[in-house]
């Protein structure tokens, strides 16, 4: 019958091509409501906070839960509609200054930024501040000095805001990895100081609880400007939404034991939804038979897409973990059994008797390790010769280092026909 890549009745390679492209996308943030599932309160609070003056949002959770597209979303409603919010991202060796100068060159046109003449025009950061008098035509380079000052900070911001027309919002990303603690103290003066400026420039911060904490921490007044709103992960009803799109959309069906299958993988962190998603649907379309459903065999394909197209760093700190001289699938049990319950903190006999004996008795040809050294495993898994994957306290807890692995380890753990996470499969809908 059909044609291997026609499978789907009345959708073409290029009607699928569109339809994956705007609905999946593994790699990059999301800018629209309305494809950003299960945060309407979060919306909420970030839009409700900046509507206060002088307010501003640190937005804070796991890696991958999610951050950046809140903030860009949030940013994008709110900046007027014919302006794109300003975002900047904080890089490991970016100091205060530079991240403020990058919001200054935001508001500058590419050809300002690098069109002869050779000589660059710096502007002066009293011009900058004080309006009016600043006018560089197209055709010369502009140089925006690095802010020496926390007032000369402020005056680019001023720049910014005489360069930008109504509201605006100014997306301050990743702030955990500017990892010199002088330099987010000087983040914690300026935060104080953004009620001194114009209202109509808002401020959202990204980062990790523990950023928010040494922010705030010395700074009770910058913590009565900074509203923390937390994202946790997100739950299978919402995940399942990002498949359940695309099927309709493709006018195929996909069962709810599949779109269970895919949130139980992805513990919440929806990069992994798009990438089963992804590589699922092509499979789909490439079937050798046309058809209207989608089938064990392309949720399998799935599941090798996504470990083959999962961020390469993810795939790295598996492979540090487990690829040693000896004991490699140990190290791979270990941290399926680990991943199996999707709770932080896990204790050693509970992991051995609830997760890894499991596990074990499906695995044949493998003997089952004492828990004596399981747990001799998990404390290798801490080290640096193992990337530190597992971080452990007191007696015999342990804990991924960041919970975005664990779906993962559990792709890892479905490749090799082990399902994980079963037991819990339907927490939180
Ligand atoms: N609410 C959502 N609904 C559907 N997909 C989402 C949602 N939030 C994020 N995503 C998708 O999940 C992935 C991760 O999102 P995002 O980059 O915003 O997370 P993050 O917390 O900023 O990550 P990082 O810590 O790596 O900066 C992206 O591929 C994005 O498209
Ligand atoms: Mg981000």
């Given at each position: 019958?059909?044609?291997?890549?026609?499978?789907?009745?009345?959708?073409?390679?290029?009607?699928?091509?569109?339809?994956?492209?705007?609905?999946?996308?593994?790699?990059?943030?999301?800018?629209?409501?309305?494809?950003?599932?299960?945060?309407?309160?979060?919306?909420?609070?970030?839009?409700?906070?900046?509507?206060?003056?002088?307010?501003?949002?640190?937005?804070?959770?796991?890696?991958?839960?999610?951050?950046?597209?809140?903030?860009?979303?949030?940013?994008?409603?709110?900046?007027?509609?014919?302006?794109?919010?300003?975002?900047?991202?904080?890089?490991?060796?970016?100091?205060?200054?530079?991240?403020?100068?990058?919001?200054?060159?935001?508001?500058l046109?590419v050809a300002q930024r690098i069109e002869s003449p050779a000589k660059a025009f710096q502007v002066?950061?009293?011009?900058?501040?004080?309006?009016?008098?600043?006018?560089p035509g197209e055709r010369s380079r502009v140089e925006i000095?690095?802010?020496?000052?926390?007032?000369?900070?402020?005056?680019?911001?001023?720049?910014?805001?005489?360069?930008?027309?109504?509201?605006?919002?100014?997306?301050?990303?990743?702030?955990?990895?500017?990892?010199?603690?002088?330099?987010?103290?000087?983040?914690?003066?300026?935060?104080?100081?953004?009620?001194?400026?114009?209202?109509?420039?808002?401020?959202?911060?990204?980062?990790?609880?523990?950023?928010?904490?040494?922010?705030?921490?010395?700074?009770?007044?910058?913590?009565?400007?900074?509203?923390?709103?937390?994202?946790?992960?997100?739950?299978?009803?919402?995940?399942?939404?990002?498949?359940?799109?695309?099927?309709?959309?493709?006018?195929?069906?996909?069962?709810?034991?599949?779109?269970?299958?895919?949130?139980?993988?992805?513990?919440?962190?929806?990069?992994?939804?798009?990438?089963?998603?992804?590589?699922?649907?092509?499979?789909?379309?490439?079937?050798?038979?046309?058809?209207?459903?989608?089938?064990?065999?392309?949720?399998?394909?799935?599941?090798?897409?996504?470990?083959?197209?999962?961020?390469?760093?993810?795939?790295?700190?598996?492979?540090?973990?487990?690829?040693?001289?000896?004991?490699?699938?140990?190290?791979?049990?270990?941290?399926?059994?680990?991943?199996?319950?999707?709770?932080?903190?896990?204790?050693?006999?509970?992991?051995?008797?609830?997760?890894?004996?499991?596990?074990?008795?499906?695995?044949?040809?493998?003997?089952?390790?004492?828990?004596?050294?399981?747990?001799?495993?998990?404390?290798?898994?801490?080290?640096?010769?193992?990337?530190?994957?597992?971080?452990?306290?007191?007696?015999?807890?342990?804990?991924?280092?960041?919970?975005?692995?664990?779906?993962?380890?559990?792709?890892?753990?479905?490749?090799?026909?082990?399902?994980?996470?079963?037991?819990?499969?339907?927490?939180?809908?």
């Amino acid at each position: 019958m059909g044609c291997r890549g026609m499978a789907i009745a009345g959708i073409d390679q290029d009607t699928i091509s569109k339809i994956i492209r705007d609905n999946l996308t593994p790699s990059s943030e999301i800018t629209t409501p309305e494809r950003l599932f299960g945060r309407e309160r979060a919306l909420k609070d970030v839009t409700r906070a900046l509507n206060s003056n002088g307010r501003s949002v640190f937005i804070h959770g796991d890696r991958g839960v999610g951050k950046s597209s809140v903030a860009l979303t949030a940013a994008t409603l709110i900046t007027d509609s014919s302006m794109t919010p300003i975002r900047v991202m904080c890089g490991k060796e970016d100091t205060f200054a530079k991240v403020i100068r990058s919001i200054g060159n935001a508001c500058l046109t590419v050809a300002q930024r690098i069109e002869s003449p050779a000589k660059a025009f710096q502007v002066g950061l009293s011009i900058l501040g004080s309006g009016g008098s600043f006018n560089p035509g197209e055709r010369s380079r502009v140089e925006i000095p690095l802010p020496d000052s926390l007032n000369d900070a402020l005056d680019i911001i001023r720049f910014a805001l005489e360069k930008r027309q109504g509201q605006f919002v100014v997306v301050i990303d990743e702030m955990e990895r500017i990892a010199s603690e002088g330099e987010r103290e000087k983040f914690a003066e300026f935060i104080k100081n953004i009620p001194a400026l114009e209202p109509r420039v808002k401020f959202i911060f990204c980062g990790i609880a523990a950023t928010l904490t040494e922010l705030v921490g010395e700074h009770p007044s910058a913590g009565r400007i900074l509203e923390p709103v937390k994202l946790e992960r997100l739950r299978h009803n919402e995940l399942w939404q990002i498949i359940e799109v695309v099927a309709k959309n493709l006018n195929i069906e996909i069962e709810s034991e599949a779109l269970i299958q895919i949130s139980r993988i992805s513990d919440g962190f929806p990069t992994y939804v798009h990438l089963i998603g992804d590589s699922m649907f092509w499979s789909v379309f490439d079937d050798s038979e046309i058809v209207s459903a989608v089938k064990v065999r392309h949720f399998r394909e799935g599941i090798t897409g996504a470990l083959q197209r999962s961020d390469a760093t993810l795939r790295a700190q598996y492979e540090k973990a487990t690829m040693k001289t000896k004991n490699t699938q140990d190290y791979e049990e270990a941290l399926w059994a680990l991943a199996d319950t999707s709770s932080d903190w896990r204790q050693l006999t509970e992991i051995y008797d609830s997760s890894y004996k499991k596990i074990m008795l499906q695995r044949s040809g493998r003997t089952m390790l004492a828990k004596e050294t399981l747990n001799t495993r998990f404390h290798s898994l801490r080290k640096d010769g193992h990337g530190r994957v597992v971080v452990n306290k007191g007696a015999g807890w342990f804990a991924f280092r960041e919970n975005i692995i664990r779906g993962y380890v559990r792709l890892k753990a479905q490749e090799q026909g082990i399902q994980l996470g079963r037991d819990n499969a339907m927490r939180n809908v």
